[in-house]
């Protein structure tokens, strides 16, 4: 452990004109890493956006960036829906398999129960592939963009992902076994 102790003496000498604040926690200058704000802000100067090239400095860049990850998060929404329509209609091998339960007053009814299946070489299990590496790296890039604690910028998240989920959820099917015996 000694080996990262230094005295006062053997620490480098920085100049105040060459102090930059987006030094790397480690102290070292140069090396483009900006420390990222820990608590919830609502700042447009400075913001680092995903890539290190890609900073909002200004109202205008910043409202830009608000609409730009509100679609984002919608798309993101709009995906999932779109993945689970896709996957219905390609689903192959259907097969109904019956089986005895028991009914009312000892007899005995027959129920039926639907097993769908999917090729996985197929076109359609591929492009639900390609779908799915797609959703991910949109969820991950959402919540990256997040963990900024941008307010704006997480505002705007949450915003597309309802508005999202607005217009899209109420496409999705939801399925109702009427032969459901618990209730």
């Known amino acids: 452990m000694s080996h990262h102790m230094m005295n006062s003496s053997t620490l480098p000498t920085t ?11 480690g102290g070292g200058h140069g090396s483009g890493m900006m420390m990222m704000a820990m608590t919830f802000h609502f700042s447009y100067e400075n913001v680092p956006l995903l890539f290190s090239g890609l900073t909002i400095n200004t109202p205008g860049e910043m409202a830009g960036a608000f609409v730009a990850v509100f679609f984002l998060a919608m798309f993101y929404e709009g995906l999932k829906i779109a993945r689970e329509c896709l996957l ?16 009312p007053n000892g007899t005995i009814l027959m129920e039926t129960h639907k097993t769908v299946g999917q090729q996985m070489l197929s076109f359609p299990h591929l492009l639900q592939t390609v779908l799915h590496i797609i ?29 999202g989920y607005f217009f899209f959820s109420w496409k999705k099917a939801v399925v109702v076994d009427i032969t459901e015996h618990c209730h």
């Not at 100049?15 to 926690?25: D, G, L």
């Open 135 to 163: 959703q991910v790296v949109v969820s991950y890039f959402l919540m990256l963009i997040f963990m900024t604690y941008n307010g704006y910028l997480c505002i705007a998240v949450a915003a597309g992902a309802g508005m």
């Open 88 to 103: 219905r209609k390609s689903q192959v091998s259907i097969r109904y398999n019956s089986m005895p339960v028991p009914g």
């Open 15 to 25: 100049h105040p004109e060459h102090h930059h604040s987006t030094a790397s926690p």
